[in-house]
């Protein structure tokens, strides 16, 4: 079965610090993975997309990377802002004859002053 | 470019009341569609997904159902609102191999 485990499940940093985001997947045929950014009451939107080919992809202080060997992601967030607060959700597509999404469950992050 | 559009925004509904909320995409055709629920506090959950015109698969038992009547149009229904409909409902499109996938605003609704 495909699955999307993502870490931690919430996280609290200072304004202006740097963190990560993990994601590690089972899913099977990769397709790609994206990172998605959720504001409270919003729909995601796009951050990053990575295909099997590709390590690493910045979006800004977005940094993410792929590890399509042992298939994990991770994002790095540099010099963080409080507008920076969200859910941060990890999708990974399959091939499957057509494609599907597998969800991760999110990390909520908090920015504090 | 393309743009996806959900509505109603929030929607407050008594139980057994009928539900339908409704997504159109502009400026793509033969997108993969999806509607998700996401309960407070927790990850989207796959309620439906649609491949094309018509065709529907459902993900998770309920007494929710989707149809499409036209190629970049995605509806979700219920005959008879229950407690537990309530959440927040996101529709999104895909790509047919995968290849993007964007996400609607939301309807927050709530059974009451």
């Known amino acids: 079965k495909n699955q999307v485990e993502q870490s931690p499940q919430s996280l609290i940093i200072l304004e202006g610090k740097n963190c990560t985001l993990q994601?590690?997947?089972?899913?099977?045929?990769?397709?790609?993975l994206r990172w998605y950014k959720q504001d409270t009451g919003r729909g995601p939107v796009s951050l990053t997309i990575?295909?099997?080919?590709?390590n690493t992809k910045s979006n800004g202080r977005y940094t993410a990377t792929l590890d399509a060997d042992t298939k994990q992601s991770s994002l790095h967030i540099t010099a963080s802002q409080l507008s920076d607060s969200a859910s941060y959700i990890c999708?990974?597509?399959?091939?499957?004859?057509?494609?599907?999404?597998?969800f991760g469950k999110g990390t909520m992050l908090l920015v504090s002053p | 470019s393309q743009t996806i559009h959900q509505w109603p925004a929030t929607l407050v509904q008594p139980v057994g009341s009928p539900l339908s909320l409704e997504c159109t995409v502009e400026?793509?055709?033969?997108?993969?569609l999806y509607w998700y629920r996401q309960a407070a506090g927790r990850g989207l959950q796959l309620l439906f997904y649609?491949?094309?015109?018509?065709?529907i698969s459902s993900e998770v038992p309920q007494n929710l159902s989707a149809s499409r009547p036209q190629d970049r149009q995605f509806i979700l229904s219920s005959k008879k609102l229950l407690l537990s409909d309530s959440g927040f409902y996101l529709c999104?499109?895909?790509?047919?191999?995968?290849?993007?996938?964007?996400f609607g605003q939301g309807t927050r609704l709530t059974v009451v």
């Open positions: 999708v990974v597509s399959a091939h499957s004859g057509y494609s599907t999404l597998t």
């Open positions: 999104a499109w895909s790509t047919s191999n995968g290849v993007g996938a964007f």
């Open positions: 994601c590690n997947y089972t899913v099977s045929p990769f397709s790609n």
């Open positions: 400026g793509t055709s033969n997108p993969n």
């Open positions: 990575m295909t099997f080919s590709e």
């Open positions: 649609s491949v094309g015109i018509g065709q």
